[in-house]
């Protein structure tokens, strides 16, 4: 029976211009779990995201860490990896560098903290880089660095913010299964934030579909297809179903929220 | 971006080339950037070479090795700004010459460069005061500097209370301070200068650093946070290396600044005896009349001048292009 990790408990977040990011949202994470947040611009989805991961105060509510697990800090968390839309590299360090700077934060000493790079840059295939610096590295290959760098700390809970985002296809979908076959290894429980529908439902065992304006949850769609996911699943008529599903939430959600705001109360929409 | 000037340039380095009488094959090289055009299907070649790591962009990898580091130096960027001067000069001379204007209007360029051979013995230890009140001035800025735009960044509160007044400093006119700082001072004219364009060269590398400092990819910041760095690792491992190029160009404009700074000063004090300056030796002169003593005076005083801003730029460019280099060999 796997047990929760990160609850949002009415959970809103109002910017200090006034912005409603977050209206009142309720989510519960399971441990091991693959969440994938979608949602129209500017819903708040990486609002979410750095709320979870301590970079913003809440204005209400609470988020809650799951009992069982290692924790590391003081505010009762356990280890966090942040991986941000664009790669965020420095551009004055190696790779090498790069991906140690989590550790040398924490004071690891070199020669431990060198073993557990060389480890995660093996993972994300790109031992033989360690002496590059990103600007000679492509951008499929920064985006590896940055993971890499969210890695080498072997996080249990691993958030993305639209990793992806600015990659194309092809290097979009090496990346998916290299991510899914990491997290089978792995077993993080992940928050990943895309919107892209297809991205969305071959990684994660759960969509979760979100509104604007207020931003808030109205589909919560679990995705029972087993891992591992070939890539015929990505052709199979289950992948295509629930395709469509998210689409049409999606839809549901942007006109609900763009349209009619406050015609219908805010709990109508949400499908559970 | 260069493509369209190489074409328009051409013809003008053809015909200088066949001016100079070294032929139309002449200067030798063209600057780096000319290379991947002029050589393009070669370079094409060269790269698409199976070693594929060392493809990095490293210096000169295409250039024709002819270990002629001479080449660098005869091409059309130096050539034409000094044919351009010669000419100055020449036509200089010529039109002192003919018009007979007297030499203490205006001297010619042969009677200046007489003048300074000839007064070189009380000229030159002059300028090496005035080198010293600027060397002494520029690093004192660039220590003070970067230690309060460091304390700047530390919080937002210090900055906005006391960014205010380092704007007062910068604006109040040098000319009119520094009988105040010398009155204070009179005891040690030295350190009056030094105060004096301390204050000029200060601001530019505050205003620079502290912009540097506060311009750390927020990114990054939020992944220092998100690891719990704590202010000195985020100041030594974020801020500072981001803040690097602006730094370095702070660094630039303070430079110039200096000694600006330090020739107004002694022009102000006008104090002689030992510890005169250039500046001193000019203020002199013109109230002898020593035309081409003065102009012997600014030649030294500009060619200081350019020597520091050129240092400054190889310092620049050293720090940020060595930059990776030393990280890399850091690395084992
Ligand atoms: N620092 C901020 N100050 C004020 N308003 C903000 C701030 N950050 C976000 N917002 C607002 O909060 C809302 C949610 O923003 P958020 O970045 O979470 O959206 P998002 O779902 O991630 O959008 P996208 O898919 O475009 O990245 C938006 O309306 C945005 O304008
Ligand atoms: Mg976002």
């Known amino acids: ?272 | 971006m260069f493509d369209p000037l190489i074409h328009l340039l051409d013809p003008l380095r053809r015909w200088l080339g066949s001016l100079v009488g070294l032929g139309e094959g002449w200067p030798l090289h063209w600057p780096d950037w000319a290379l991947p055009k002029l050589t393009g299907a070669v370079e094409e070649k060269l790269r698409s070479q199976p070693t594929d790591e060392a493809d990095m962009p490293s210096a000169g990898s295409g250039r024709p090795a002819k270990g002629l580091d001479l080449s660098r130096w005869f091409n059309l960027e130096v050539i034409a700004p000094v044919i351009v001067g010669i000419l100055f000069l020449v036509g200089w001379e010529v039109a002192v010459r003919v018009t007979g204007v007297p030499h203490y209007l205006l001297p010619g360029p042969i009677l200046v460069a007489q003048t300074l051979v000839r007064d070189w013995g009380t000229l030159f230890p002059s300028l090496l005061i005035t080198v010293q009140i600027t060397v002494v001035a520029f690093l004192a800025a660039t220590v003070s500097g970067l230690l309060v735009s460091i304390v700047f960044t530390q919080s937002k509160w210090i900055e906005r209370s006391f960014f205010p007044y380092a704007v007062i400093l910068q604006t109040m006119p040098i000319v009119s301070i520094a009988p105040l700082i010398i009155i204070w001072l009179r005891n040690n004219t030295f350190a009056a200068m030094v105060v004096c364009a301390w204050i000029v060269a200060f601001f530019p590398i505050l205003s620079n650093t502290t912009l540097g400092l506060n311009s750390a990819d927020h990114n990054l910041l939020n992944l220092f946070q998100l690891y719990k760095a704590n202010r000195w690792q985020t100041l030594i491992y974020l801020r500072l290396p981001s803040a690097m190029p602006y730094f370095m160009g702070g660094l630039r404009i303070s430079g110039g600044l200096s000694l600006i700074g330090a020739v107004v000063a002694e022009f102000v004090a006008g104090t002689g005896g030992q510890r005169a300056g250039i500046a001193y030796q000019i203020l002199i002169s013109s109230f002898n009349l020593q035309v081409p003593r003065m102009f012997a005076a600014l030649i030294l005083v500009t060619g200081l001048g350019i020597l520091i801003f050129v240092s400054l730029s190889a310092l620049s460019d050293r720090v940020l292009g060595k930059w990776h280099e030393s990280a890399v060999r850091r690395e084992n």
Not at chain 1, 238 to 254: G, H, I, K, P, T
């Open chain 1, 1 to 272: 029976m796997p047990a929760p990790v990160i609850t949002l408990n009415h959970v809103s977040k109002v910017y200090s211009n006034g912005t409603v990011a977050l209206q009142d949202m309720n989510m519960t994470i399971q441990e091991g779990q693959f969440v994938s947040l979608v949602g129209p611009s500017g819903c708040g989805k990486s609002t979410v995201l750095r709320l979870v991961a301590g970079l913003g105060h809440l204005t209400t509510g609470s988020i809650e860490w799951g009992k069982n697990l290692e924790k590391d800090a003081p505010r009762g968390e356990p280890k966090l990896a942040f991986v941000f839309q664009e790669p965020a590299l420095m551009p004055w360090a190696t790779v090498m560098d790069n991906v140690r700077l989590p550790l040398k934060l924490a004071g690891e000493p070199k020669p431990k903290a060198d073993r557990d790079v060389l480890e995660a840059l093996q993972l994300v295939g790109l031992r033989g880089f360690e002496r590059s610096f990103p600007r000679e590295l492509s951008g499929g290959m920064r985006m590896r660095v940055s993971i890499a760098r969210a890695l080498v700390t072997k996080p249990q809970v691993l958030l993305m913010d639209e990793p992806f985002g600015a990659l194309d296809e092809i290097t979009r979908s090496k990346l998916n299964s290299d991510l899914l076959e990491l997290w089978q290894e792995k077993r993080w429980t992940v928050l990943f934030v895309t919107h892209n529908i297809y991205e969305a439902v071959y990684l994660s065992n759960r969509v979760v579909v979100m509104a604007a304006r207020p931003g808030r949850v109205v589909a919560d769609i679990p995705i029972d297809a087993p891992y591992p996911r070939s890539e015929d699943f990505r052709t199979s008529s289950l992948y295509n179903n629930y395709c469509r599903e998210v689409s049409a939430r999606l839809q549901e959600a942007m006109h609900g929220s763009a349209q009619d705001p406050y015609l219908r109360p805010p709990s109508a929409g949400r499908l559970r």
